[in-house]
């Protein structure tokens, strides 16, 4: 493992981080997840799968609260109730798998997973069935189980969420809400599994602050731009990041 000294620490890598965390972070102020779409897969090429997780645990998580905080009020919590069971039953499930399978099948997992939601999105297909308890749970396992292997678990809970007759806010506000869940479930895991040294913590925290001013910025750009590009802006996310991931 290695060292916690300034040259393993302050250097072009830890640019890069907060550069994309910057980014990133519009990203999830404005659609409400997105939070690790593209951190984590750029974070897992800088420092290996677990560490980026891990860091990205720790550098989403009071953005997360944030948003949650403003938003709360508007969502249908008695729908994510069961999703959000199924968010901590199974992150650990699919941490498992994370400490046991080769780095670049895990990083080639995030493109694929990223790919098929975006894929079925661009489709226009959209779920018309029942959302009770049993397709909620379904919903939080999957998500749950992508989470813990690679981190970015947001998408099944976007394309969920968004094919709901909800107004734009409460899809927002579900998806927020759910992503909290996501984060804390993911870095207990990883602190269980033993993945948080003191560098991946010192990295998580300086790029923490402009990961937060994203955020904030996002949260602003949607207070601003009209609804009708809500959707458009998440499904062109979902497909841009999953190509890079892919090609890269």
Not at 29 to 56: C, D, K, N, R, W
Not at 212 to 239: C, I, N, Q
Request: a positive charge; glycine letters at 14%.
């Amino acid at each position: 493992m290695d060292e916690l000294t300034i040259a393993n620490i302050f250097n072009v890598a830890l640019a890069i981080g907060a550069g994309v965390g910057l980014f990133n972070g519009m990203i999830h102020g404005y659609t409400g997840f997105g939070g690790a779409l593209i951190i984590i897969p750029v974070l897992t090429f800088l420092y290996g799968p677990v560490e980026a997780i891990g860091m990205v645990g720790l550098i989403t998580i009071f953005g997360a609260m944030q948003l949650a905080r403003e938003t709360a009020h508007q969502a249908t919590w008695r729908e994510l109730a069961p999703i959000c069971i199924g968010i901590a039953v199974f992150t650990p499930v699919g941490a498992w798998f994370l400490y046991h399978i080769d780095a670049e099948l895990i990083r080639r997992s995030m493109g694929g997973f990223i790919m098929f939601f975006a894929l079925i999105l661009l489709s226009g297909w959209t779920y018309r069935g029942k959302r009770g308890a049993v397709p909620s749970v379904l919903v939080g396992m999957t998500a749950g189980g992508i989470n813990g292997l690679t981190g970015v678990g947001g998408p099944p809970l976007g394309f969920y969420f968004l094919s709901s007759p909800h107004p734009v806010d409460v899809q927002r506000a579900n998806i927020i809400i759910c992503i909290i869940v996501l984060i804390i479930s993911m870095i207990v895991t990883i602190a269980i599994g033993g993945g948080f040294s003191w560098l991946v913590i010192t990295r998580a925290l300086l790029i923490m602050p402009a990961y937060l001013f994203g955020v904030w910025f996002g949260a602003r750009m949607f207070a601003l731009a009209p609804k009708t590009w809500f959707k458009k802006v998440a499904l062109v996310l979902l497909m841009v990041t999953g190509i890079s991931v892919l090609l890269a």
